[in-house]
């Protein structure tokens, strides 16, 4: 049985500010280290289908959304991600809108400045 290691960063922004700490993921035999190993091994979750981590991009390595069976090595950083509260597509959407108004306004103050 043989025992080997990677060191990597462990950070956790699920609530409120991210913590940081380094974590030892241990390997037995031949596994592979992987993002979905390294989670069960730091206790955050039980399986690929733990309620915990069942919304689509709550993890990834540095910054970029990673999959259950993603590789990991030495010196990665494993992030897990809060919910969002807004959704991006809502506040664009509504941006767009707002600049399309004023686009409108500024038409009709024209021609009505034409008109006098």
């Known amino acids: 049985?043989?025992?080997r290691s990677i060191d990597i960063l462990l950070c956790d922004a699920r609530q409120g500010e991210p913590l940081v700490?380094?974590?030892?993921?241990?390997?037995?035999?031949?596994?592979?280290?992987t993002v979905g190993l390294a989670l069960m091994?730091?206790?955050?979750?039980k399986?690929?289908?733990?309620?915990?981590?069942f919304r689509k991009g709550c993890f990834g390595v540095f910054g970029k959304r990673k999959d259950?069976?993603?590789p990991l090595y030495p010196g990665d950083r494993l992030e897990l991600y809060s919910a969002l509260l807004i959704d991006p597509k809502a506040v664009r959407r509504k941006k767009a809108n707002q600049n399309q108004d004023a686009k409108f306004q500024a038409a009709a103050a024209k021609r009505k400045a034409r008109r006098l």
């Open 47 to 53: 399986g690929p289908n733990d309620p915990i981590l």
């Open 1 to 3: 049985m043989s025992r």
């Open 21 to 33: 700490k380094p974590f030892q993921v241990i390997l037995e035999n031949d596994e592979l280290p």
């Open 41 to 45: 091994k730091a206790g955050i979750a």
């Open 68 to 70: 259950w069976d993603s």
